[in-house]
């Protein structure tokens, strides 16, 4: 089984559709990580938790929420959803120690939202 | 805000051919690290290198770092066909997270 699993892998919805998408981590880490990959602008992060009580906004957290509901899950929500939003989503996990996330980073497998 | 830069943006060799990346960043990190992306695929780190390392080996990969000139390269040896993929460096800072570029595009052709 994966370490780290996304649900739904894919996803097509409408404008202002509230959406959620899940992250599961069976690797023990504390630290998650939410990013979104858009054509030829790499990977960016939307928000970040280096454990259950702690949430912190990425570069581009605007129109998104997350929620870190124990240590393996964490979900990102969209609360209205709209086309500059399709993207690939990327959770990814972390096993850091010290004040930075900067240590090796374990992705899943990606969920691919569509807004219309 | 884009941390690393990787050069060339895509790359086609002949398998059993040489790969070379190579990525430049900004601001004073702590290490630096190469990823692999399968088309549409997640992430799959390669590499970390410590910004008191100067080169680091794993199989047929070989990374370097330069941290007067704020680079490091990504060295393919012997490439095959599913090596075929992107490429990313991502540098990590004494505080804060990984900051992605946006990959290097290898296609290697059998």
């Known amino acids: 089984d994966a370490d780290v699993t996304q649900t739904p892998r894919n996803r097509i919805t409408k404008t202002g559709k509230r959406i959620m998408l899940e992250c599961s981590q069976t690797k023990g880490h504390d630290r998650m990580y939410w990013y979104r990959q858009d054509p030829g602008l790499g990977l960016r992060l939307i928000y970040y938790?280096?454990?259950?009580?702690?949430?912190n906004k990425g570069e581009i957290s605007d129109g998104y929420s997350v929620s870190r509901q124990a240590q393996a899950k964490f979900s990102l929500s969209l609360e209205s959803a709209i086309p500059n939003q399709t993207a690939l989503y990327f959770c990814?996990?972390?096993?850091?120690?010290?004040?930075?996330?900067?240590?090796?980073?374990?992705f899943g497998p990606g969920t691919r939202l569509t807004v219309l | 805000s884009q941390q690393g830069e990787e050069d060339p943006q895509a790359l086609s060799i002949q398998e059993g051919e040489n790969a070379t990346m190579n990525c430049s960043y900004k601001?004073?990190?702590?290490?630096l690290q190469w990823y692999r992306q399968n088309s549409g695929r997640g992430l799959v780190h390669l590499i970390l290198?410590?910004?008191?390392?100067r080169e680091k080996h794993s199989g047929r990969l070989r990374v370097t770092l330069d941290t007067s000139k704020k680079s490091s390269s990504l060295l393919i040896t012997a490439s095959r066909a599913a090596d075929t993929a992107s490429y990313f460096c991502a540098t990590g800072r004494s505080q804060g997270n990984l900051i992605f570029g946006k990959g290097t595009k290898l296609s290697v052709k059998p």
């Open positions: 601001t004073s990190i702590n290490n």
């Open positions: 290198i410590r910004s008191n390392e």
């Open positions: 990814a996990t972390s096993d850091a120690m010290g004040t930075s996330g900067t240590d090796t980073q374990y």
């Open positions: 938790s280096f454990d259950v009580k702690d949430i």
